[in-house]
C-alpha cells in the first residue's frame, strides 16, 4: 500500500508542470495530453471574425461563443480561452478528457459553415526507467529496461551515442526493453524510453563480465586468438618463477613460449625487524662517534689553554728578576802554611740584583759572569 502511494504521488510530481500543446485548425488532428498536466490547443486564429462558433465532444458541448463574446464554458473552473488568439487552454487533464472532439463554424445567418474534429488522448508520464544488467556464461551481456509508472512506453537504446546495430546483438535476442549484446561490446549502453507527453532515459557502463582477449603462441607452435575467461585462463600463462645462476645453473623452471613476455627482476627485501633495527643502528654509531669527536676536541683546547697559561707565569717571573754576579776573589790567607794551602779564604763581593728590560733573545734566561780570579 505505502508502495502504490509513493508512486502516485511521484507520478503527481512528474504530471505537475507538463504542457502539451496542439494544432485543432487540421481536420482530423491526434492531440496528447499529460495526466495531471495541460494542454494548450488551437481551436481557431481569431474568434472575433466568426459570427458562431461552438467545441463538443461525443455528449456534451463544452464552449459556445459569438465572435468575441464567451456564450457558455462548461469547464470554465480548469480552462481559460482567448478569443483574439484562438486559444483554448484546458488544466488539470484527467483521465475523462480523452475523447473524441467536433469544432464547428456558423455564418451570421446560423447555417453551418465547415466543421473538423481531433481526437485527445490522454497519457500518465513516465516517472523513471531502471537498468539491470547481467553477465552470461560465455561473456555475453543480457540488459533489461524497466519503467516506473506511465502509459504506453516505448523503447530505443544507443551505444556511446549512437543507435545499437545488429551486429552488436545476438541473432534473435532484440526485444524492445531488453537486449543481449555479444561479449566484445563495450561502451556506455543508454535505455530511451518515452511516450507521448514524457521522456526518461537510464545507462550502464558495459564490461567484459571477467573475459580477456588473447593472442599468443603456444608451446606446440600454435597461435591462440580468443576470449577466455580471466579466471580460468590456462592458455599463454606467462612463468611467474625464473631461474637465476652465477657461473652454473642454479635452479630450472619450465617456460611456456609467449608474444607476452613477462620479465623477473629478484629484490632482496629485509625483514620487518631488520628494516626497523638497521637505521636504530646507524643513528646510534653516528651519535657515539660524535660524541667521541666533541670530547676529544675539548680535551686538547684545555691542554692548549692550561700550557699557554703555564708559559705565560713563566714569562713574567722571568721578566721580574734577573741575576748578576758580582766579582768573587779568592786570596790565600797568610797565616797558613804553605802545606795548608789547600785551605784557602773566600772572600764574597756584593752580590746586587736590578731590573732590566727583557732581552728578546732566543734563551729563557741571561747570565752575566764576572772574573774569577785565584791567588796563591
Known sequence: MAAMVGLLLMLLRVSHGVETHCDGRKDGALCYGA???SLVLQLMDDAS???????????TKILLGRNSNIIRNNIEQRSVFTPTTGTFKIKN???????????????EENR????RTLTLSI?????????KHDCLSLGEKRVSCSVNGGDGPQYRWTLDGRTLTEDELLPGSHETNSVTLKLQVLGQ?????????????????????????????????????QWVHEASNTLCVTPTTVSTSVGKETGTGSVTPSNNITSFNPTVTASKDEQWYTPISTTLAGVLAALVILVAVAIAITCHQNKKQRNKTKAEEDDDQ???????????????????????GVEYGQVKFSERPR???????DCVYSQVRGAR
Not at 453551418?112 to 466543421?115: E, Q, R, Y
Not at 497519457?123 to 537498468?131: F, H, K, R, W, Y
Not at 732581552?359 to 734566561?365: L, P
Request: hydrophobic share 30%.
Open 112 to 115: 453551418l459553415s465547415g466543421s
Open 359 to 365: 732581552q728578546t733573545d732566543e734563551r729563557n734566561d
Open 189 to 225: 549502453l543508454v535505455c530511451w524510453a518515452h511516450n507521448q507527453v514524457s521522456n526518461v532515459s537510464d545507462s550502464v557502463e558495459l564490461t567484459t563480465c571477467g573475459f580477456i582477449f588473447i593472442n599468443c603462441t603456444s608451446s606446440n607452435g600454435t597461435e591462440i586468438s
Open 49 to 59: 471574425e466568426i459570427p458562431r462558433y461552438e467545441w463538443k465532444n461525443e455528449t
Open 93 to 107: 487533464l484527467n483521465r475523462n478528457d480523452g475523447s473524441n472532439y467536433t469544432f464547428t463554424l456558423y455564418d
Open 123 to 131: 497519457q500518465a508520464p513516465l516517472a523513471s526507467v531502471q537498468l
Open 322 to 344: 734577573e741575576l748578576t754576579y758580582a766579582d768573587v776573589r779568592i786570596v790565600q790567607q797568610q797565616a797558613r802554611q804553605v802545606e795548608h794551602r789547600s785551605d784557602m
Open 35 to 37: 495526466l495531471g498536466g
